[in-house]
C-alpha cells in the first residue's frame, strides 16, 4: 500500500530506527567517525559500504533528511546543502565544463540569474528562452548542449514553463533536465512525471517553513541513463550507473566546494517538513482568495497569480499541481508608490524571504532585482510598481483586512 506523504513524512525516521527507540532522528553534531578496523574506513572512504567519514559530507541526521526528501519525490537519492543556491551551483560545477551549453528560463530568480552569468565567466555557454514554450528550448539547443534548467513557477511573475514538453525534448536528445521546484514542493508537483532528471528545492522555503534554517537539496528520479553522460568522471562510474550522477554532485559539489548543511538546520527542515501538507493547502488556498481580491481592486493594475483563470499558462498548472502555490505579485496603478502600499501593511512582514508561515511582501524592482539593472528587468517584465507576495496561513479574514487597511489608507492619501 503506497502511504499519504505526510504519512510517510511523519514515520520516516522511525520506522527506518532512529537510535534509542525515538521518533526523530537525533542531532548528531560530531565531524569525525571513527571505525573499529582500517579496512572498515577504508571500505566506507572508497564507497563500498555506507557510513560517514566526515562531516563536510553529510551526517546522520541530513542523511535521514536526504531519505526524508527522497520518499518525498518518489526518487532514488538525495544530497542535502547549506542553501538552495549552493544544491544549483554543485549542480552546475558537478555536472558542467567548460564549452558546454545550458539553455535556461529567461525568467530565472535574481540569484540564480546571477550564477548564469558565472557560469558564463567559467567557459560555459548559456541561452536564455521563454521557457513556456518547449519550442523555443527545442530551437536553442545545440551539438554541445548538456543540460536544460528550468523553474516549474517563475519568481515574481508566476510563469509556468512548459515542463512536460521540455521533458519530452529532454528525453529525445539524452540531456539532463534539472527542475527547480521550491515553489511548488513535493506536495503539488513531483517534478519525476514530466520527465526531470535532478530535482532542486530551497529547503528553506515552504518544505521547512518556519524561517528559521536554511538549506538545499538535489535530488535524482532516477530517469536520467548517466552510463552514457560523458562530463562523469572515471572514479565515479563504479556500482549501479543509476547512482552516479549523485555520486558526483555529493563529491565534486558538497565535498569540493563545501556547502554542507548543518546538523540543526537538517533536523528544524526535517520536522517542518511533516506538516508541508497542511501547511501549503491553506497557504494555496489563502493565495487564490488574495490573489481575486486584489483583482477588484482600483489601485491594481495586474495581478500575477496562477489559480487566475485569466494567467497565461492557468490550464497547465491546474493539470499538473496539486494547487497553484503560494506567490503571487501585483503592480500598482500609475502614480501609486509600492512603497506606500507596503507601508500601509501590519501583518504582512516587510521581507525579501518565502514560503514561511508568516505573509511577506516586498518591491521587486528596488530589492531581489535591483543589481541586475532596469534593461534585464524590462526584458523579465518587472515592473517598477510590482509588488511580491508569498503568502502565508494567517485567517484568510485577517489576511484581507491588513491589505484593504493598505488599500484604504493610500484612497484616503
Known amino acids: 500500500m503506497t502511504r499519504d506523504i505526510t504519512t510517510r513524512i511523519l514515520h520516516a525516521d522511525r520506522l527506518a530506527g532512529a537510535e534509542h527507540g525515538a521518533t526523530h532522528k537525533p542531532l548528531h553534531i560530531a565531524t569525525g567517525y571513527g571505525y573499529a578496523t582500517a579496512e572498515d574506513l577504508t571500505a566506507v572512504f572508497q564507497g563500498e559500504r555506507s557510513g560517514y567519514v566526515y562531516g563536510r559530507q553529510g ?24 542553501s538552495g543556491m549552493a544544491a544549483i551551483a554543485a549542480v552546475f560545477t558537478a555536472l558542467l565544463r567548460a564549452g558546454d551549453h545550458l539553455v535556461t528560463s529567461r525568467f530565472l530568480f535574481g540569484n540564480t540569474a546571477s550564477l548564469m552569468d558565472t557560469l558564463q565567466r567559467l567557459g560555459c555557454e548559456v541561452t536564455l528562452v521563454d521557457a513556456t514554450d518547449a519550442g523555443q528550448v527545442a530551437a536553442a539547443l545545440r551539438p554541445e548542449t548538456r543540460m536544460v534548467f528550468v523553474e516549474t513557477i517563475a519568481n515574481p511573475r508566476t510563469q509556468i514553463a512548459d515542463l512536460q514538453g521540455i521533458g519530452k525534448l529532454c528525453a529525445e536528445r539524452g540531456l539532463v533536465y534539472v527542475v527547480d521546484s521550491t ?29 528559521n534554517a536554511l538549506g538545499g537539496s538535489v535530488t535524482d528520479t532516477g530517469l536520467f541513463d548517466w552510463s552514457g553522460y560523458a562530463n562523469l568522471l572515471p572514479s565515479y562510474r563504479k556500482g549501479n550507473p543509476q547512482a552516479w550522477g549523485l555520486l558526483q554532485v555529493r563529491k565534486k559539489g558538497l565535498r569540493d566546494f563545501g556547502g554542507t548543511l548543518s546538523a540543526e538546520h537538517g533536523h ?72 506606500d502600499v507596503l507601508n500601509g501593511l501590519e501583518l504582512a512582514v516587510k521581507s525579501t524571504h518565502l514560503g514561511d508561515n508568516r505573509t511577506l511582501a516586498l518591491p521587486v524592482a528596488r530589492t531581489i532585482y535591483w543589481e541586475m539593472g532596469e534593461q534585464m528587468r524590462q526584458s523579465m517584465h518587472i515592473a517598477d510598481s510590482l509588488i511580491r507576495v508569498s503568502v502565508g496561513i494567517e485567517a484568510i479574514d485577517d489576511l484581507l483586512a491588513d491589505f484593504g487597511k493598505a488599500f484604504a489608507r493610500l484612497q484616503a492619501k
Not at 542523511?63 to 518525498?72: D, F, N, R, V
Not at 503539488?188 to 530551497?202: E, R, Y
Open 59 to 82: 551526517n546522520p541526521t541530513t542523511g535521514a533528511l536526504e531519505t526524508k526528501i527522497s520518499q518525498m519525490e518518489e526518487a532514488v537519492g538525495t544530497v542535502a546543502f547549506a
Open 183 to 211: 515553489l511548488t514542493t513535493p506536495y503539488l508537483f513531483l517534478p519525476k512525471n514530466t520527465g526531470a532528471s535532478l530535482v532542486i528545492h530551497s529547503l528553506s522555503k515552504s518544505i521547512c517553513g518556519h524561517g
Open 268 to 339: 528544524r527542515i526535517a520536522i517542518g517538513a511533516e506538516t508541508l501538507a497542511l501547511r501549503m493547502e491553506r497557504a494555496c488556498a489563502n493565495a487564490l482568495a488574495l490573489a481575486q481580491w486584489l483583482q477588484q481592486q482600483p489601485s491594481v493594475a495586474r495581478v500575477d497569480y496562477p489559480g487566475l483563470a485569466e494567467h497565461p499558462q492557468h490550464q497547465r498548472a491546474a493539470s499538473l499541481f496539486r494547487g497553484f502555490g503560494a506567490l503571487l505579485s501585483f503592480e500598482t496603478v500609475a502614480g501609486i508608490d509600492p512603497f
